[in-house]
């Protein structure tokens, strides 16, 4: 990731529609298919600016990793979770450390997805989970899969069948962002065919206070839409695996 682009991650985290839907749907299906009275100890690889470790601490004792000193600084100015400077490959953990290991939009940075997901495999206790977020179709390529560095974009399939690989079990996997994905193809589709654009990234459009407001109602909204089924089609995708065994 451009290292300029933390200082924008950290300074929209706490308030823009994206960063609140998304977290909203993410701890909805930790309390729907694990529960607080299962997680002990917690990973979150990558975890960048430190978006998701305030809440993460509420379900158990946690870890957070980056290879970014600049992100892990700036992670230590809104959080007293204990954050790391280490490489994705081999983490500086005994194996059957942890009973959840997250990694929220970190697989489609890496040259090679495989290694971190035997990773995480490996730091797993038994009956721990896997949760992942990843950017869904490669059609949506744009901005800010090019100053965030990725390598590529997924389709939930090729995601269940990783963590398959690997040998975890996929407890629930969907796509969301699903609302605001026809405007977003629209976009992005237009952007490819135009001047190239003068924004740093996706988080220099502003919008008004109460369209923000209704942004991340909307799209937070899809975390009830999940108890009941998984979602078509979207802009990012989410999955939930389990290792079963030691």
Not at 49 to 72: K, M, P
Not at 128 to 137: E, I
Not at 189 to 216: C, E, H, M, W
């Amino acid at each position: 990731m451009e290292q300029t682009y933390y200082q924008d991650y950290f300074e929209n985290q706490a308030d823009h529609w994206w960063f609140l839907g998304r977290k909203k749907i993410i701890f909805s299906l930790l309390e729907r298919h694990v529960g607080r009275d299962h997680l002990r100890r917690i990973l979150d690889v990558g975890c960048g600016t430190g978006v998701a470790l305030n809440s993460l601490q509420q379900y158990g004792d946690t870890l957070g990793l980056d290879r970014s000193y600049e992100a892990l600084h700036l992670s230590r100015q809104m959080t007293r979770v204990p954050v790391f400077q280490a490489e994705f490959g081999s983490l500086p953990f005994k194996e059957k450390s942890f009973d959840l290991v997250c990694a929220f939009d970190i697989l489609e940075h890496l040259e090679n997805d495989k290694t971190c997901v035997e990773e995480a495999y490996r730091l797993c206790k038994p009956g721990g989970h896997l949760m992942v977020t990843v950017p869904a179709f490669q059609f949506l390529w744009g901005i800010q899969d090019e100053i965030s560095h990725h390598k590529r974009r997924y389709r939930r399939g090729e995601i269940t069948r990783l963590v398959q690989k690997i040998g975890f079990h996929p407890v629930f996997a969907s796509y969301f962002n699903t609302f605001l994905f026809p405007p977003i193809a629209f976009i992005r589709g237009i952007a490819r065919y135009r001047k190239p654009q003068t924004r740093k990234s996706d988080l220099d459009i502003q919008v008004p206070k109460f369209l923000n407001t209704f942004l991340a109602g909307l799209f937070g909204s899809e975390a009830y839409l999940m108890k009941y089924f998984k979602l078509p089609v979207g802009v990012s995708i989410v999955c939930l695996a389990q290792k079963m065994r030691g």
